[in-house]
């Protein structure tokens, strides 16, 4: 896309208002627009970033046999009510109809999707069933601060399967469980399971999944050697200790950041929505349920904080709004402004994700909003490159400089994540 | 995909709570699930419905210079109190933090847009801007038995667009209505615009977009002969009247839905928000402000609307979760089934969108089933194709039947719109 004809801008200066770096680089380089504490619009740059998020996600789920919809967001009260979170949830936003009906507003599925299930879920043969979304959700919070980390509003991928058994249920929990880490690993982060309580929903054992980041809330220590993770906070163990599960490794201590969570959450559900099938034998079965969460938004703010430097925005390649920035030093019509127009016309038939800075602006002004937008490569077209049929490639996340063709240039696979 | 994996089942029934026809078929079919009146789940048929009404318009919207963000759902009352809305909008709804702020959930986005339009705003140069979403609204409706056609949750499209001068907004505002009749062509109906008041948003003329429906709500007088329409509630003109705009074609009358609206909104938000530019002179100016709706899910329950029958769901091609139904009558691993199954692959590594049905039922059920959903062709492989080579190719909208070869069938264009 041509730069000139986006809306936005970027700004030089963070918005005082703004304490967490994600939301200070983000709204510095135009990608949010905050409503207010802990609610944000997404603009052009940021939607595109969600969307690859989103995508990454979607494509694993559906590799794990996912089968997507849309839920709900309006629910009536009395499905939170049959399960007790009505009262029991203190996020949990309600709100009053004209007509003095109470609803709830979603901060979670199961009170939605345990009814659908049940709907189509008559016998043994019709499970496992594994259903998700990708959608808004909400949550009073009383505190926001942390940018699009933990908002009032959020984008969430939330899953919840069906099984038989608990064989079912543990087999597709690990399939599940790795299914996140091969997620965080094509986002380019580091990611370690962690066992958990499950909190609110259940007193099972849950996964929570932690990104080492320097931008962490969260203290773990994980084995070297072995996939041994635990919170820092619950376990009685130290940094150099010997790994209790593997008796090799040694552990090592981490700040890191929850980017998903997967709990087992048993019979609750299929219990308080009476959700019985017939099993083998013809006896009436609940259900075991699981329910596995990814925060699409705070994985965004989460790649931020890990990424981003004192320049700005740094993208891994799976998830840039655009794989090249195309910085044209050319001014009005002259021969740098044509061969730059040119490479673009070019990358774009290449099938390259090009954003084409076009604009009439200084070079400096340029490289500075290309630094602070964060995408992946640039190409600098300037008067050398013309000369030379050179251009200078530059890494936005190692500043490491190339030389490289034009030809080179149309055959690089730039896209490739 | 195949059929045997996909968790919703049809049901031969209506459900009981349903009076609208959009509702009853597409219950039925398993593309939605109701949550209370005027709530309802898209099941993964339903979803890919919507999406694809989404892309086709997003396509346009794109292709006229609009840019595409997510606003925020959850948005803080002082916006809507700027503008009289927080007290003058009857279906608002409006809830209250635990912390006691006071919270709109949006049922229209000038609130929020307006404030992200000034902030990137600051001369005659960043205008005209055009900037739109696709997402969830909501009406505190005091009744909803129309479906999906009038929901207290719904997918919206809509558009803000911000002009200089009121030319420039006129021909801004041509061009979103000519992009508007393409979208519904594209989408398989007839769609006239007719004139009509602003509403509650301004008092300026505005259109509506009217989709020729038997079931439709609204009483429309077209000419024949030019693009002149009008609602018949508002007009004291009848059928067979000459038409006073071109004065040579004759009125015609017609029931018909609104699938749509534009209104010139002049610059109340602007002023509200205290939202200028700077013109030529230097000197701080307003912009016109232009708002562009279609609703997506209104859009699909009037699609069912126009083309179901009474055996089921009719999908235009272009909305179809599927190009093609591939029903196999074979059973277990006989030839039927083999050939069903290699037929199926090779139609998917063609590209085509195909649901294949490879459940065990009876061939009966198979067919009710396959109507019912209302993918636009079918695919019978039973004994005879096997025998001959030669495949049945049923079109849903007409009931014309095809025998068609394999290699023909591999090479046909199944996913042209």
């Excluded at 309600?94 to 609803?103: A, F, G, N, P, V």
């Amino acid at each position: 896309m041509r730069q000139s004809k986006l809306f936005t801008k970027t700004r030089r200066e963070a918005p005082a208002d703004e304490v967490a770096k994600n939301a200070q680089l983000l709204v510095r380089a135009g990608y949010i627009h905050k409503e207010m504490a802990g609610v944000y619009s997404y603009l052009p740059f940021g939607k595109k970033v969600l969307e690859k998020i989103e995508q990454v996600v979607r494509e694993e789920m559906d590799a794990i046999g996912g089968q997507e919809i849309r839920m709900a967001t309006l629910h009536p009260s009395e499905n939170w009510k049959q399960t007790g979170a009505w009262d029991g949830v203190d996020v949990l936003f309600k709100l009053q109809s004209r007509t003095e009906k109470e609803y709830a507003i979603g901060q979670s599925e199961e009170e939605i999707v345990t009814p659908i299930a049940r709907e189509y879920v008559q016998s043994y043969k019709d499970l496992p069933v594994a259903i998700y979304q990708i959608g808004q959700k909400y949550r009073d919070e009383l505190r926001a601060k942390s940018g699009i980390m933990r908002g009032r509003e959020f984008t969430m991928k939330d899953m919840y399967s069906f099984h038989e058994t608990q064989e079912d249920f543990d087999r597709f929990y690990t399939l599940a469980k790795e299914s996140y880490l091969k997620i965080y690993e094509r986002l380019g982060l580091v990611a370690k399971a962690t066992e958990a309580s499950g909190g609110a929903f259940t007193k099972k054992l849950s996964y929570e999944f932690m990104v080492l980041t320097d931008a962490g809330e969260d203290d773990i220590l994980y084995c070297e050697h072995c996939p041994y993770c635990v919170n820092a906070e619950i376990s009685n163990q130290k940094e150099g200790d010997t790994c209790t599960r593997c008796n090799e490794g040694a552990l090592a201590r981490a700040k890191a950041s929850e980017v998903g969570n997967i709990f087992d959450l048993g019979t609750k559900y299929s219990n308080d929505f009476s959700f019985t099938y017939k099993d083998k034998e013809g006896k009436d079965q609940f259900p075991i349920m699981g329910c596995f969460g990814i925060g699409i938004s705070r994985l965004m703010g989460v790649i931020v904080e890990s990424f981003g430097d004192e320049k700005g925005l740094v993208w891994p390649a799976a998830v840039a709004p655009f794989a090249v920035h195309l910085v044209s030093l050319g001014k009005d019509n002259d021969d740098v402004c044509k061969a730059a127009d040119a490479l673009y016309d070019d990358l774009v038939k290449a099938g390259v994700e090009v954003l084409y800075d076009d604009r009439d602006a200084r070079a400096g002004e340029k490289f500075a909003d290309s630094d602070l937008l964060g995408i992946p490569k640039r190409i600098v077209v300037g008067k050398d490159a013309v000369a030379t049929g050179q251009f200078e490639v530059v890494d936005r996340a190692t500043g490491a400089v190339e030389k490289v063709s034009r030809e080179a240039l149309l055959k690089s696979d730039f896209n490739s994540k």
